[in-house]
């Protein structure tokens, strides 16, 4: 399944994408937040084993969304969501829904000037990082003298003297 994920190093927190939300849906189902100059959102992750699913009383919570018709506004989803993006807004839960019922894509990833935000499968980001890891140990090891047992050699002289002193 796939997710919204930020780069926050192309976030320069002009909050579009909140204010994009917000006129969809009445409050913001994403919150971009700054902690030490730097942006990170918090959005639904639409978990496999979504806490907030399991825990709802009366199955209004949904992986993907809330069916604000059964929802009575408990709050249980708000305690158990480990990444704090469920809220309540006028007795209901709000969760991302990654604009499902309104675009053909998330209108918070439309409206990011930056395009600090995308949406990304998971399993196809750690392919792409396994590749890049593999290419990179690759170059290592097409160097003069570079193998593998010259890495651990290297690592181990560098090792024993740093113990020396």
Known sequence: MEKIIIQSELCDGCLDCEHICTGLYTTSRISIQELDSTYYSIVCQQCETAPCAIICPTEAMQIT?????KCIGCGLCVMVCPFG?????????????QCK?????PGCIKACSKRALSLIDPDILKLEKQKEYINKFKTMAK???????????????ANKSLTKK
């Not at 969304?65 to 018709?69: R, T």
């Not at 807004?89 to 829904?97: L, P, Q, R, S």
């Not at 019922?101 to 894509?105: I, L, N, Q, R, S």
């Open 65 to 69: 969304g809330v069916n604000s018709e």
């Open 85 to 97: 993006a469920v809220h309540i807004h006028d007795k209901i839960a709000n969760k991302c829904n």
């Open 101 to 105: 019922d309104k675009y053909e894509g």
């Open 143 to 157: 160097k003069p003298k570079m193998s593998f047992i010259n890495i651990i050699e290297d690592n181990a002289k």
